[in-house]
């Protein structure tokens, strides 16, 4: 269902994620999970921020459709978490490959996030029911440095943190080719492809995004690669693999994304989630932390010269 409405005097400064919960009747999570899918609108641009004060005339429109149901997961035990670092209020995890974060189409079980449940059975009450705790993700693929909160107040302080691209990700990629350039800026929106709805791609209809790359050192066999440290300014779906397809230099081991090829044959793509530094969104003091390759991506740089 669609809904388009005016914001009234009586709720003007009233918060984006709030107000949408009460035109459309469902939770706070759900709202925040229509705001975070483009699924929202203030005037004629796509909400990106779900704590955004709306002013009175304010234009809404709201494409429920996209509502999900308020679906509790069950505690998985079994499912192996790395803690980094643990709080009140903030759990850092070190995620393998292969591990997906949250359950989705076809993978409902064996998640991180339910991995996290077990462990942590509080953070059942934080943020979205069929995703507790989780405010950012990273793909089964991508290995490496996940925040998630473990309070309320973390959640919402995280969320925000990000959306204004207060947390700095950095990550390390092996690409096809040698850029040009040293280090560059690649700023291109990102939307959903219109003739492989799975997969993402550069596109005008596409949401904001930008990587800044830079060139830590590069090889020439078994093939021409180089070794990138990675910047997110944003967080879009595969952000990093698309746009380093879209400038001719593929991660290594992609499948989806013009990325595998016979001369080095890695199962998943080359990246992973390297370093990580926030604020903590409690008591504001500064967080930096760092994981070291995984042992198959270091097999395969001991194999380059």
């Known amino acids: 269902m669609r809904y388009v409405e005016t914001v009234p005097t009586a709720l003007a400064g009233e918060r984006l994620d709030r107000f949408v919960a009460m035109v459309v009747g469902c939770s706070r999570a759900q709202a925040a999970a229509l705001v975070a899918d483009g699924a929202v609108t203030v005037g004629d641009e796509v909400a990106t921020v779900r704590s955004v004060k709306l002013a009175e005339g304010d234009a809404v429109v ?10 509790a997961l069950a505690a998985d035990p079994s499912v192996p978490l790395d803690v980094v670092y643990e709080d009140a209020d903030v759990i850092v995890v070190d995620k393998p490959a292969d591990l997906v974060v949250h359950p989705g189409a076809g993978n409902d079980t064996g ?9 942590y059975p509080e953070v059942a009450s934080v943020g979205q029911p069929d995703r507790p705790g989780i405010v950012h993700r990273l793909d089964r693929g991508t290995s490496g440095l996940l925040v998630v909160a473990r309070s309320p107040a973390a959640y919402e302080g995280l969320v925000e943190a990000l959306s204004t691209h207060a947390v700095e990700r950095e990550y390390a990629t092996l690409v096809w080719g040698h850029p040009e350039a040293t280090s560059g800026l690649v700023d291109a929106p990102i939307g959903r ?10 596109s005008n209809r596409g949401r904001e995004a930008r990587t800044r790359y830079e060139v830590v050192r590069t090889f020439d066999e078994p093939a021409p690669v180089a070794l990138l440290t990675c910047r997110l300014e944003t967080g879009r779906t595969h952000q990093i693999r ?6 001719g230099h593929p991660v290594v081991g992609d499948s989806r994304y013009d990325g595998w090829r ?23 003091e500064p967080l930096a932390f760092t ?11 001991a194999t380059l010269s």
């Open 111 to 119: 998640t991180l996030a339910q991995g996290l449940l077990a462990r």
């Open 193 to 202: 492809s219109a003739r492989e709805p799975t997969r993402m791609a550069v």
């Open 262 to 284: 016979e001369a080095i044959p890695l199962p998943r793509p080359f990246l992973h989630a390297a370093r990580l530094a926030f604020a903590h969104p409690v008591t504001g």
């Open 62 to 71: 709201i494409d429920a459709a996209a509502v999900g149901e308020d679906t």
């Open 242 to 247: 698309v746009h380093l397809q879209a400038i």
């Open 291 to 301: 994981a070291p390759l995984t042992s198959d991506l270091e097999a395969v740089l």
